[in-house]
Nanobody, 115 residues
């Protein structure tokens, strides 16, 4: 049974930081590209950051220089460090394991940026 479990969401002030983590089980983790997506109320889900099994990263323009994605293939985890948070970063953040022919999703974790 495949499980992706996100943790670390919550409330942050503008300019603050939060770290998200996603723990994967039931997959050969190193074979999957890992992606963080987010969905704000009334908006479409969007890609935030991605990392290949080998560690190559990609970011949405809106988060470049502020967010950092990383992974630990030994621990089957992927992390998203979010700095200099803005109110527009408020969304539900989803972890996604993207394989060649299949994709798995976590349940999402809420991030709210507000003063």
């Amino acid at each position: 049974q495949v499980q992706l479990v996100e943790s670390g969401g919550g409330l942050a002030q503008p300019g603050g930081s939060l770290g998200l983590s996603c723990a994967a089980s039931g997959i050969i983790f190193r074979l999957y590209n890992m992606v963080w997506h987010r969905q704000a109320p009334g908006k479409q889900r969007e890609l935030v950051a991605a990392i290949t099994g080998g560690g190559t990263t990609n970011y949405a323009d809106s988060v470049k220089g502020r967010f950092t994605i990383s992974r630990d293939n030994a621990k089957n985890t992927v992390n998203l460090q979010m700095n200099s948070l803005k109110p527009e970063d408020t969304a539900v953040y989803y972890c996604n394991a993207l394989g060649v022919t299949i994709s798995y999703w976590g349940q999402g974790t809420q991030v709210t940026v507000s003063s």
